[in-house]
């Protein structure tokens, strides 16, 4: 009898809203690309994705696994930012899914069980012809690997730096993600919001929310002063 995936030890869920389509792909649309035909019959066994925080990676990581629900597949995202305080034996039966997204795979590095674990997972995974996504904060050549055989695996995928958005880019990104609410934010609104607003694309996003609660309660356009007067500015 085969194994299945073993039960997380606890829910690790994936943001509703993480989809490729209210993603802004500036320099990283090849990256995109790649991840969209990753499940073709010629797509990668592996892509790896490093760059800093607040770049985009794991909404990226759970855009592939909404993508592989839509086509009918198995798919697993595994942050292990939290599970890195968890036994690694999460990774057993994983073979048995069509994609596999590892996120934050610096936070396990360097520790003996974990790095063996992985090692192994990657070995299944590729032998069933599943599909593996990777991100982390530095590229495969850079991340301190003391498991050699595993520092030679990462090395085997295709590997992509994403790029951080600049502020021009930032206000197209709050842009598409409220268009996709339903929302219309004027240029001069979105440049108020990152002159006034936190600097972190994700809590952008959040205050993006909160002016769409508050718009939708008020039933007022997204002005500057309306901006003022909802978040308190």
């Known amino acids: 009898m085969s194994r299945g995936p073993a039960q997380l030890p606890l829910e690790v869920g994936i943001r509703d809203d993480a989809t490729f389509d209210n993603y802004l792909p500036c320099g990283n ?14 797509g990668e066994p592996l892509l790896f994705l490093w760059g800093g925080e607040d770049v ?3 909404h990226l990581l759970q855009a592939a696994c909404h993508e592989a ?15 890195w305080h968890f036994p690694p034996h999460i990774l057993e039966g994983l073979e048995q899914l069509d994609l596999v997204a590892i996120d934050d795979l610096e936070r396990v590095l360097g520790r003996q069980r974990w790095e063996e674990s992985l090692f192994h997972c990657f070995n299944r995974l590729r032998d069933a012809g599943s599909r593996l996504v ?17 520092a030679s695996r990462m090395s085997w995928g295709v590997t992509f730096h994403v790029q951080r958005l600049d502020d021009e880019g930032r206000a197209r ?7 996709v609410r339903g929302m219309q934010l004027p240029d001069e609104v979105a440049r108020y919001i990152l002159h006034r607003g936190p600097r972190r694309l994700s809590s952008l996003f959040d205050t993006l929310e909160k002016l769409d609660n508050a718009s939708l309660s008020a039933q007022r356009k997204l002005t500057i002063p309306f901006v003022k007067q909802a978040l308190g500015w």
Not at 134 to 150: G, H, K
Not at 173 to 179: F, I, K, P, S, V
Request: proline share 5%.
């Open 29 to 42: 649309a090849s990256l995109v690309d790649r991840l969209r035909r990753q499940l073709d019959t010629d």
């Open 173 to 179: 990104a709050l842009q598409l993600r409220a268009g």
């Open 69 to 83: 629900s839509a086509r009918g597949k198995r798919a697993l995202y595994l942050p292990l930012s939290e599970l």
């Open 56 to 58: 985009g990676r794991s």
């Open 134 to 150: 990777i991100s982390a904060d530095a590229s495969p050549r850079q991340l301190e690997i003391r498991l050699p055989d595993l």
